[in-house]
């Protein structure tokens, strides 16, 4: 090989490692499909603000919220793959909205490409404390002889509230009135006034109310006991392999450079493990998980799995 074209192939490799190793080399864009004031959107800050400061770049959190998700997933999707822009999703953005929309303006399987998790959010099924059961199996009894009486606050029927809660119905073989509302607070709200008599929430949407109790717990859809509601039992050890749950993760626009996805996973799993942060996301009822791009790949498979199992047990038609 002639001396200038050897001398080029290496100067080229040499390269590779350096643009790795420059990301970012200007400010970070997460989009997100909540309001300012949510959970995802503060814990979308906290973890921005650790990152900024390890890379020296700010991350800048926009707020995309509407359409059961549908507008901030959009946005990200259609954002350029430059490596500048992520999408910080929740269940419903990149599972759940494939099985209750006929139709959407974006693709999650193919127009995302995983970067990491960044935790799992257990869901509470939670009573106004006037209900006479503490127990799965008392809720379920006192349900059948009373056949009108359990109503049951969600953020929509094809919400994953919405979706958990038919599932709980069906699988108890209960009567209930589903009664969605508009957003999250709404209908714990009215469940702790007693207009409705129960509620299906995240934990992190339910834990302030949980621990003065204003309402009561009675089990979460977490595959084990979880940290901070420890005497709650969860569904599955009722109904075994029950279990539905939230999620938070961080998802990129489909081309992104591999290097910028790495990074960023590399490093948003390193802030995840760190101690200070961790406690704070359990004390929003997350429970931190970390990882690369390949794990990530791999839940989100079974989590599609998961929830088109669900939605066809249910019966629900897409619209």
């Not at 995802?40 to 800050?45: C, E, M, N, Q, S």
């Not at 494939?98 to 127009?111: E, G």
């Not at 009215?190 to 204003?214: E, F, P, Y």
């Not at 595959?223 to 938070?248: A, D």
């Amino acid at each position: 090989m002639p001396r200038i074209a050897l001398s080029l192939l290496l100067a080229l490799a040499a390269a590779f490692p350096a643009v790795a190793q420059t990301w970012p080399a200007r400010p970070v864009r997460m989009i997100l499909s909540q309001p300012p004031g949510s959970s995802p959107d503060i814990l979308a800050r906290l973890l921005g603000e650790r990152l900024s400061r390890q890379w020296g770049q700010g991350v800048v959190v926009e707020n995309r919220p509407g359409g059961q998700n549908v507008v901030g997933a959009q946005a990200a999707a259609r954002a350029t793959p430059d490596g500048y822009t992520f999408y910080y999703a929740t269940t419903a953005a990149l599972v759940v909205n494939v099985y209750t929309f006929k139709s959407l303006p974006y693709d999650p399987r193919k127009d995302f490409v995983p970067v990491t998790m960044i935790g799992l959010s257990p869901f509470v099924l939670a009573v106004n404390p006037s209900v006479p059961a503490r127990t799965l199996a008392e809720l379920v009894a006192w349900a059948k002889a009373n056949p009108d009486a359990l109503t049951i606050a969600t953020e929509g029927t094809k919400t994953l509230s919405g979706l958990l809660t038919d599932m709980i119905v069906a699988t108890g073989g209960m009567k209930a009135t589903h009664v969605p509302y508009n957003g999250v607070q709404p209908g714990i709200l009215d469940t702790i006034q007693g207009r409705t008599l129960a509620t299906v929430q995240s934990s992190t949407a339910l834990n302030a109310h949980l621990k003065r109790g204003a309402l009561r717990p009675i089990a979460v859809s977490f595959p084990k006991r979880v940290t901070g509601l420890e005497q709650v039992p969860t569904l599955g050890e009722t109904w075994p392999g029950f279990q539905y749950i939230g999620w938070h993760g961080l998802a990129a626009p489909a081309g992104t450079p591999d290097e910028a996805v790495r990074r960023f996973a590399r490093d948003l799993d390193a802030v995840l493990k760190d101690a200070d942060v961790a406690a704070k996301l359990v004390e929003f009822g997350i429970i931190p998980e970390g990882g690369s791009p390949e794990s990530m790949g791999e839940f989100l498979r079974q989590e599609h799995v998961r929830w088109s199992k669900l939605v066809k047990d249910i019966g629900a038609v897409p619209e």
